[in-house]
């Protein structure tokens, strides 16, 4: 099987994923659908390595997902502390940072 | 060790002094700090010896040796290095200024002892001494200008010492402003040199001079004439002269340092040092001699009315000043520097003296509420006793062959200099009036009460609250006013020991160059001095009138204060009452503060207030302030529309971006 197919639901499910972090306005939705875009890449990552064939890759996406983890730890305890504070479930919402 | 190698260590040590103590200016116990700065100081003083004598060691043509520690600037055209410059003419200077200097810290180790700034006084009085060194061992006008501009940066330091009272922090700024007024004539001065001789070289400048100047022409006399402006801010001469005796705001010791060592008399050494040059302008020596001659005369009269102690004592060393300046300015260098070292003796024992007197007075400085004080400090008296003997030029003391060496070769002279002779004599005179004045006001008559305390009880006068003696105000006693502690010479030993060996000097100092006697100083200064043009054409007869003038002077003048303060003390101030206009000319200082206040100080405030109405407003704020401000302004609030704050809108610009590099990216391969 060629690499284009890798690449091909690769680029699908980060497509996915953007679509979602750019319409969905619920903060857990939009920390799910990152998660889809980092698991694209992931998967682009592992198809590579496979490809080349050594493990470079596959180094980079066990590095990936440990930041990936990192960084749902962050959103998840950011949207534990919005719902402790009463504050609205909805990232529009949250725009007090402007110019 | 070398000459020149000795020499750079004249200036190490006591920049080292001043690195130590200020840095270890609150982990200093006790009076450390001061004992530290001043065996800095002797160091120097032990270096300037050894410098001495390797210097004698020398072929006399050969005692003129350079030293260059680095380059400070090299450039075409341009030859800035760190060169030192040692000649008899140095070493004498660098020999009375560490000699001198050492003195005034030993004194100091006690007399600041109650002083919270302890420590901060003897690295600014360390930094004093090194500066003052730099000045006349700079080999190079840079290092000139910098020894001279660091002068005028630590006597600004040291004048505001005390720097919660106001005056004395006026009385720095007023120093400081007039010295860098001195540094601009100096370093003009410089330039107009520099242009013809293109180097800054001093030796070379020398070399040069008589081959790019044509005698008396004008570059070469405007060169000097703005050296000598440098000189009279420096040497406190007329026009220039008020900030030094509002410096009488500083410490004692200070004052004694700045009259004694290592400031006043730098324009004296100016124009000492740059004789190969004013002997191509005879028109600026010729305005030096005059000035110093009105200096000797405007001074004498102002001290005879000043009634502050440490005033008129300034006031004297003005007119002293203003002989040397007179005597360096026609030509009489070693005589000018023979005056220059004798002064420096009695001088800095007189202003030890008066501050063991203050410091008996709890503070006071008024001449009127002096009085009896021989028999409470009968140490200082002594010691104000030579020193004022000296001053007056009584034979055999220091001063009566210093001066009159100075006025011999004036004489010598011939033509209009004849004037400059009277007005010498005058001068003397009024010399041995003003400084009898002072003794027998302060030491004679009935004892005043703090004098009557410490003879009856022992008990030195502490005044109840610390006031300035100025203005009277009460003090604010955080650090950085003078203590509560009063010392005076009698209760302290390194006082004593200081004051008795300056006394010695000031009494025998003489010795150096006794007219048909001695010419140690003549033989020793002979080579600087080899190539003066200017001759004196002095006979026996002149030399023994000046002698029996100036003995008859002294004793005529010390009799006549006599007469005025002790015999019949109804007279003075009747003669005073006579001659209402005059004495009040002499109590305004002849109205100098206010001639410069209306000529200088009024017309630049005005100048600077209309600058800042129009200039300062409409240009500065309005357009250049105020344009670059609204360009920023406008530049940002068109980046800013994109700043929502909408997470989503972000994340699809990054999208966006992102996905356009790697576009651009692509297409490019």
Same mark, same amino acid.
């Not at chain 2, 004093?128 to 290092?143: E, K, T």
């Not at chain 2, 002068?151 to 006026?170: D, K, N, P, Q």
């Not at chain 2, 420096?234 to 004694?260: C, F, N």
């Not at chain 2, 929502?644 to 996905?659: D, N």
């Given at each position: ?99 | ?373 021989? !028999? #409470?400090? =009968?140490?200082?008296? /002594?010691?104000? *006793?030579?020193?004022? $003997? %000296?001053?007056? @030029? ?96 009698? !209760? #302290?030993? =390194?006082?004593?020991? /200081?004051?008795? *060996?300056?006394?010695? $000097? %000031?009494?025998? @100092? ?160």
């Amino acid at each position: 099987m060629t690499i284009g197919w890798y690449l091909a639901v690769s680029a699908l499910i980060f497509a996915i994923g953007a679509g979602g972090v750019l319409v969905r306005r619920n903060p857990l939705v939009v920390l799910l659908c990152l998660e889809l875009m980092l698991n694209a890449a992931n998967l682009a990552l592992i198809g590579f390595s496979r490809m080349w064939g050594n493990g470079d890759g596959q180094v980079f996406a066990l590095i990936v997902m440990v930041v990936a983890a990192c960084e749902v730890t962050v959103g998840l305890g950011l949207i534990v502390a919005m719902h402790r504070r009463r504050l609205p479930i909805d990232v529009d919402e949250m725009r007090e940072l402007q110019g | 060790m070398s000459a020149t190698t000795a020499a750079w260590l004249v200036l190490a040590a006591p920049l080292a002094g001043t690195i130590v103590v200020g840095a270890l200016f609150n982990r200093l116990p006790g009076r450390s700090a001061g004992w530290v700065g001043t065996s800095a100081i002797a160091l120097s003083f032990i270096f300037a010896l050894i410098t001495l004598a390797k210097l004698q060691q020398q072929t006399p043509a050969h005692r003129e040796l350079t030293s260059t520690l680095w380059t400070i600037a090299g450039t075409v055209g341009v030859d800035a290095r760190a060169t030192i410059l040692v000649d008899p003419l140095s070493v004498l200077m660098i020999c009375v200024v560490a000699g001198v200097s050492t003195l005034i810290h030993l004194y100091s180790v006690s007399y600041l002892q109650g002083d919270r700034g302890y420590s901060r006084f003897f690295a600014y009085l360390n930094f004093f001494v090194f500066s003052m060194l730099l000045l006349v061992l700079a080999g190079n006008f840079i290092l000139l200008i910098v020894g001279w501009a660091f002068v005028g940066a630590a006597s600004y330091m040291l004048i505001s010492f005390w720097y919660r009272r106001t005056t004395a922090t006026s009385a720095g700024i007023k120093a400081f402003v007039i010295n860098v007024l001195g540094d601009i004539g100096l370093v003009l001065g410089t330039f107009f040199i520099f242009r013809h001789t293109h180097t800054f070289d001093l030796v070379a400048s020398f070399r040069a001079a008589p081959h790019v100047f044509a005698s008396g022409s004008g570059d070469v006399t405007a060169g000097c004439l703005l050296l000598l402006v440098g000189a009279f801010a420096k040497s406190a001469q007329i026009p220039l002269h008020t900030w030094l005796p509002d410096a009488m705001e500083g410490p004692t010791p200070v004052s004694a340092l700045i009259h004694a060592a290592t400031m006043v008399t730098a324009g004296v050494y100016l124009i000492a040092r740059m004789h190969p040059l004013f002997q191509l302008a005879p028109a600026a020596g010729d305005v030096g001699a005059i000035v110093g001659a009105l200096t000797l005369l405007i001074a004498g009269t102002i001290g005879l009315a000043a009634t502050d102690l440490k005033r008129v004592i300034a006031y004297s060393t003005m007119s002293q000043i203003g002989y040397m300046i007179m005597g360096v300015s026609v030509g009489a260098y070693t005589a000018g520097l023979f005056h220059l070292m004798t002064h420096a003796f009695f001088k800095a024992l007189l202003f030890m003296a008066a501050g063991s007197l203050i410091s008996a007075m709890g503070g006071v400085q008024s001449l009127n509420r002096m009085s009896g004080l021989r !028999r #409470a400090l =009968p140490f200082t008296f /002594a010691a104000f *006793l030579i020193g004022g $003997l %000296a001053l007056s @030029g009584l034979p055999p003391f220091s001063g009566f062959f210093s001066k009159d060496s100075i006025l011999l070769f004036v004489a010598g002279r011939g033509g209009w200099h004849w004037a400059l002779y009277v007005a010498g004599y005058l001068g003397a005179f009024l010399t041995g009036l003003y400084t009898f004045r002072m003794i027998f006001r302060a030491f004679l008559g009935e004892p005043c009460p703090e004098a009557a305390e410490l003879i009856d009880h022992g008990h030195l006068f502490h005044p109840a609250a610390p006031t300035n003696p100025a203005n009277g105000e009460l003090e604010d006693t955080d650090v950085g006013f003078p203590g509560p502690d009063h010392v005076i010479a009698e !209760r #302290a030993i =390194p006082m004593r020991v /200081a004051m008795s *060996l300056l006394a010695v $000097l %000031a009494i025998a @100092g003489g010795i150096v160059s006794i007219p048909k006697t001695t010419s140690w100083l003549d033989n020793f200064l002979a080579p600087t001095f080899a190539d003066s043009t200017i001759a004196s054409h002095t006979t026996n007869n002149l030399l023994y009138l000046g002698l029996i003038l100036g003995a008859a002077i002294s004793l005529v003048s010390i009799a006549t204060a006599y007469v005025l303060w002790v015999a019949r003390p109804a007279l003075a101030p009747a003669i005073a009452a006579r001659l209402r206009p005059l004495t009040t000319l002499f109590e305004h200082k002849w109205y100098f503060d206010e001639l410069i206040d209306a000529l200088v100080v009024r017309p630049g405030a005005w100048f600077g207030r209309f600058a800042q109405n129009t200039f300062e407003r409409v240009v500065v704020n309005g357009l250049l302030i105020g344009g670059s401000t609204g360009l920023v302004r406008a530049g940002s609030a068109l980046v800013r529309g994109t700043q929502s704050g909408l997470l989503r809108v972000y994340a699809g610009l990054m999208l966006v971006g992102i996905a356009g590099v790697g576009l651009y990216f692509l297409l490019q391969s």
